[in-house]
């Protein structure tokens, strides 16, 4: 089903939870304000299903935190057995090198890990704990699993990880096979405002020296446009969503909150859907015409 504006649904990224065992001081909590239902998960594994009815393919299992359930395993079993195309899950990686081969067993496709630093200072500057050891331990037993691509997320700050650093985390994906993703900060809730006020960098320098040095660049039409540059056989991609209208006309994405609210755009929160309420009461009716209503509901935020 495609929207007012033409975009058709192909992916759902749905927070499991809104627990974390680290502690990012720019967190957008994926734009969630605080609830207190969490979905089980059979409950998860029929709201993928009805999305799959929708012509979703693609589910992305985010939080919190999604490894800090001790059902994550079976969750991913569950939606592995629904007619989709494409499970990962968005981690920060610290607790993955314990669970990634029950998770790979289970039918994960892939797995994006959050690294802004191969500096334990400033590792610890950032998330509040010391974990980057057991972070790098988790790409590499996610790249053993088979996991392929690994896609490592690095968030640009501004005067924290905007210099070489970059480099040096490119050359780490290069060394590891795994494709890294530059983001740029985001202001999504009013409490980001002054760190998003402090810590935000344009991305167009950064992409500029990245764009010189490749020797290929592709967009992901489907993926909001976002452009994959080929540098020395490795990928870099760069998704800057602020303030970009490309990014919105081609966003195919819908998400669900963990206290089961359908969640047309990351940048609100005045048109949620809740569609766990159904699912709960089984009136399947209503459960479709919440995805309808949400679907309705989506428009560009920046036009
Ligand atoms: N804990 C998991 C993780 O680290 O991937 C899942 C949740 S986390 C909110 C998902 C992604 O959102 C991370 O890659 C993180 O870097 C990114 N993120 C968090 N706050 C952000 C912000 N203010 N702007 C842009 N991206 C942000």
């Given at each position: 089903m495609k929207d007012d504006y033409g975009r058709p649904l192909t992916s759902l990224r749905i927070s499991i939870t809104?627990?974390?065992?680290?502690?990012?001081?720019?967190?957008?909590?994926?734009?969630?304000?605080?609830?207190?239902r969490e979905m089980n998960v059979s409950e998860i594994s029929k709201l993928v299903e009805v999305a799959a009815d929708f012509g979703t393919k693609k589910i992305k299992i985010t939080g919190g935190e999604p490894l800090i359930r001790d059902d994550i395993v079976d969750i991913v079993d569950e939606i592995s057995q629904l007619p989709v195309e494409d499970i990962s899950i968005t981690t920060n990686g610290v607790t993955l090198s314990e669970k990634v081969d029950a998770l790979a067993e289970a039918g994960l496709d892939r797995v994006n890990i959050s690294l802004d630093t191969l500096n334990p200072e400033t590792y610890e500057s950032i998330t509040g704990k010391d974990s980057l050891e057991k972070v790098l331990k988790g790409i590499d037993f996610a790249i053993e699993a088979g996991l392929h691509p690994v896609k490592l997320n690095t968030l640009i700050l501004d005067g924290i990880n905007d210099g070489e650093e970059i480099d040096g985390l490119?050359?780490?994906?290069?060394?590891?096979?795994?494709?890294?993703?530059?983001?740029?900060?985001?202001?999504?809730?009013?409490?980001?405002?002054?760190?998003?006020k402090k810590y935000h960098k344009d991305l167009d320098?950064?992409?500029e020296k990245i764009r010189k040095k490749a020797s290929d660049v592709e967009t992901r039409w489907l993926m909001q446009a976002r452009r994959k540059y080929?540098?020395?056989g490795g990928e870099v991609e760069v998704v800057n969503p602020m303030h970009n209208s490309e990014f919105c006309k081609y966003c195919t994405r819908l998400r669900m909150t963990a206290g089961g609210y359908l969640k047309p755009c990351l940048m609100r929160?005045?048109?949620?859907?809740?569609?766990?309420?159904p699912v709960r009461n089984k009136d399947e009716e209503k459960i479709r015409e919440a995805y309808e209503t949400a679907i309705k509901l989506r428009e560009p935020y920046f036009h």
């Open positions: 809104q627990k974390c065992d680290l502690n990012c001081f720019y967190c957008h909590r994926e734009g969630c304000e605080r609830e207190n490119i050359n780490y994906s290069l060394d590891k096979g795994a494709i890294l993703q530059l983001i740029e900060l985001e202001k999504v809730l009013p409490e980001n405002e002054k760190i998003y320098s950064i992409e080929l540098v020395d929160n005045d048109n949620l859907v809740d569609v766990l309420t």
